[in-house]
């Protein structure tokens, strides 16, 4: 017996498109204009920089920005943690950053997740973290290529 349009159309709509799976980088991977990292890193140190708050038409909106040293059993570096991903950036906490990408600062790289991205904590490592690799303390100048 022959399928009806309605029926194949049901089906087609019921079929997700393929997830890819994630593949998980290490700290010492990370190279400066690069996105979309999966990394599972323990936080060890989180400080706020920056917090203050603006009134928007009766709203209290809270801006909050901190820095926290993470790192794996590869390196180090800093990762800028914006408003609720500050509380999830605690001291001793394992977290996997899906979708990261790498922000330049002042010459230096910064780990971010922005909207597109998520900070999820997790059960804690196993790993030691290697705390004399930090990749935030490495200096990048922009150079530009003339080809010729």
Known sequence: MA???PQQQQQGDNAKPGL??????TVDQLKPGTSGH?????VLESKTVL????????HLRQTRI????????????VFTARNEQVDLMMPNTTVILRN???DMFKGSMRLAV??????EVTEP??????????????EYELVNVVEE
Do not use: H, Y
Request: glycine share 8%; aromatic share 6%.
């Open 38 to 42: 999966t990394l599972t890193v323990k």
């Open 100 to 102: 990261a990408k790498i």
């Open 20 to 25: 890819r799976k994630p593949v998980f980088i």
């Open 51 to 58: 917090q203050k708050g603006r009134s928007v038409s009766q």
């Open 3 to 5: 399928t009806t349009a």
């Open 66 to 77: 901190a820095e926290c040293l993470v790192g794996d059993e590869t390196g180090t570096i």
């Open 125 to 138: 490592a196993k790993f030691v973290v290697k705390e004399d690799n930090n990749l935030s303390l490495v």
């Open 114 to 119: 922005d909207k597109w991205g998520r900070v």
